[in-house]
């Protein structure tokens, strides 16, 4: 045994009866190596996002998952990435958290696929890479659609397409609207509270298949060549939206290209003062938003202080999603509600069914637990 070791394992090499309490080598030794794999990585990793709509036949994705999952963990990415067929809105939906050092590699392995010969990803970058990946591990998940529709959109529609504004055209364009131009934000409730477009419509959503229903809705009055605007985090769903509305005749539908993560890029390139975006972006990543401007819109539910952070409930068997500042965190210790802490703790069980509705809208289950 080398000297240093030695010394290091000093304590645990002669023990005496006073000692007993004290691991023994080996289990020293266990407990060194499993410390050594949790240790967080010392590279910074980078959030690294992109869709294709594309025709995938069902039978070739098999082997294009095991392919990506393959090359991927030879990488060290982790995320999630959604392969569905052409029988549905068919294509590949990735969200990853890449070694920085990796980007490069990680691109090519998805610019390379055959399966997507023709194909140029748009490749979104997170606003900030970040001190440990944010996801647990990789997962490559086959789906019937890459984005909830039920029956309302099938792989034709997607032919028609919205028109894609860059950052740049959608600030000018926005700029210069007045506030009866329709603007639509195409993501759900809660992503909507924590940061949004000046005069942007809440569709008030807990699906994107809800949010196509209240779209129809919106434009049941409006002249076929009216401008329309949405958006969306990254652009798929503004794409699905925009097929869909461009084949029930809408022809000036725009979409911005990239999402807010491309206008994020924009306003901090440019140094643009008057972002039309406000708050934060929600991810739905280890990150759960990056901030986009300094403006908190939103208030945490369980005290009303001024926060835009959302976090699950502790007690996984709730998993609440819902806002939550440092305060309560601590008092509430990361749960919902009282009934949630004594699950925790082992002083009551759970006995309430799944509801997803439920389980992403905070607002009734805290406030009864308040009364």
Known sequence: MQPICRLWLAPYLHQSSACASRPSIQQFLIRFQRSKHSLAPSAPFRPLAFYALHALPETSLPSLESNIRNQLKKLDTVGRIYLAPDSGIGGINAQLSVPVHQVSAVQ????????FRGVSFDYNYGMKDTEKPSFRNLKVLLKPHLVAVGTAVNSRDLSKKPIYLTPDQWHQQLSNCDKDTLLVDMRNHYEYDVGRFKNATKMNSDTFRDSLTILDDLVASREKDEAIYMYCTGGIRCSVAGAYMANKGYTNVNMLKGGITNYGHYVNENKVEDSLF????????????????DDVLAHCHQCGAPCDVLSNCANKLCHLLFIQCPSCKRKHEETCSSECRDVVHGRKEWSHEYNYHAQIRPSSKIHAAQE
């Open 278 to 293: 406000r708050g934060s972006n929600f991810t739905f990543d280890g990150r759960r938003g990056e901030r986009i401007t």
């Open 108 to 115: 090519s392995v998805f610019d390379t696929l055959p399966q």
